[in-house]
T-cell receptor
């Protein structure tokens, strides 16, 4: 099956710093997504980004599908950015649209 | 537009018991997926339902079963609970092709 590797596993930042999170896939996926899990366990969909670049405020993401990786950029980080960031992907029509998640990057932003 | 709601939020069960978790999908979504998230791990796919039929299953034993109803809401049933079943159970609904994946807040199950 598809393996998803996320790096770094942990990240500690001061408020205002920028960061880049990376996600590598062992095989091609075409419904790659990034999620943020808040301290209460809710997974929030940040980006649906099978390829290309998208931006939403201080967050942006880039997926290079031919090289099987995706990057999530967080600029001017805030304490509310803390939590676990997951990337996930899968293949439609193989186990439906099931997503395979990485182990996540735990981000801690201090003021 | 309503989001995905799950119930109950927390549950404590004894080993060997059975449990039913419930999920209401987001308006306009016809696919529901269930995931198990152990502490410190990413969510693991259990199974998915599309138009009341199972549409894919992960590596979970048959004592994990599910249903989807005509209004696209869903249930996850787990029989013969084991201590390792303690986890956060997440339900997600999505539209065609996996876009718009929306998760509920989860049910935290503790088996003692």
């Amino acid at each position: 099956g598809i393996q998803v590797e996320q790096s770094p596993p942990d990240l500690i930042l001061q408020e205002g710093a920028n960061s880049t999170l990376r996600c590598n896939f062992s095989d091609s996926v075409n419904n790659l997504q990034w999620f943020h899990q808040n301290p209460w366990g809710q997974l929030i969909n940040l980006f649906y980004i099978p390829s290309g670049t998208k931006q939403n405020g201080r967050l942006s993401a880039t997926t290079v599908a031919t090289e099987r990786y995706s990057l999530l950029y967080i600029s001017s980080s805030q304490t509310t950015d803390s939590g676990v960031y997951f990337c996930a992907g899968g293949r439609p029509n193989q186990a439906g649209t099931a997503l395979i998640f990485g182990k996540g990057t735990t981000l801690s932003v201090s003021s | 537009e309503t989001g995905v709601t799950q119930s109950p939020t927390h549950l404590i069960k004894t080993r060997g018991q059975q449990v039913t978790l419930r999920c209401s999908s987001q308006s306009g979504h016809n696919t529901v997926s269930w995931y198990q998230q152990a502490l410190g791990q990413g969510p693991q796919f259990i199974f998915q339902y599309y138009r009341e039929e199972e549409n894919g299953r992960g590596n979970f034993p048959p004592r994990f079963s599910g249903l989807q109803f005509p209004n696209y809401s869903s249930e996850l049933n787990v029989n013969a609970l084991e201590l390792d079943d303690s986890a956060l159970y997440l339900c997600a609904s999505s539209g065609v092709g996996g876009n718009g994946y929306t998760f509920g807040s989860g049910t935290r199950l503790t088996v003692v």
